[in-house]
């Protein structure tokens, strides 16, 4: 009985644990943000560092889109973040990103991807 006591505090104290580490990331996006209000892109590219750090993430990539409205979807701007925090950022300029098709469905749904090993 007190072996199961103790496995189960373990776990409830590894819960907590991560549950306070993201918290304080979260905080620190916060933080950043009302810091560094000037440069989009630095803040774009710090809140895409805290979330790779979070998720324990590979790549993650953040694309603006044109306009919600046209019924053609393009991008304006990527940002595209691996683990070892290289990161990369391009503008369209006069032509569209060229969109592919996780990008289609995360722009049309309006849904988070998160895509499995």
């Known amino acids: 009985p007190f072996c199961g006591i103790g ?3 373990a776990k409830l104290f590894d819960i ?3 549950e306070q580490e993201r918290n304080r990331v979260l905080l620190e996006v916060a933080r950043d943000r009302f810091e560094e ?3 989009l892109d630095s803040i774009v590219l710090k809140i895409m560092m805290k979330a790779l750090t979070l998720m324990k993430c590979e790549r993650c990539s953040v694309l603006f889109l044109k306009n919600e ?3 053609e979807l393009s991008f304006t701007k990527s940002f595209n973040l691996t683990s070892s925090f290289s990161h990369t950022s391009s503008e369209s300029g006069s032509a569209p990103l060229v969109s592919n098709g996780i990008m289609d469905y995360v722009a049309s749904r309006g849904e988070a991807v998160n895509i499995p090993d």
Do not use: E, L, V
Request: glycine fraction near 8%.
């Open 16 to 18: 907590s644990m991560r």
């Open 69 to 71: 409205g046209d019924q």
């Open 7 to 9: 496995i189960t505090n």
């Open 37 to 39: 209000q000037t440069c």
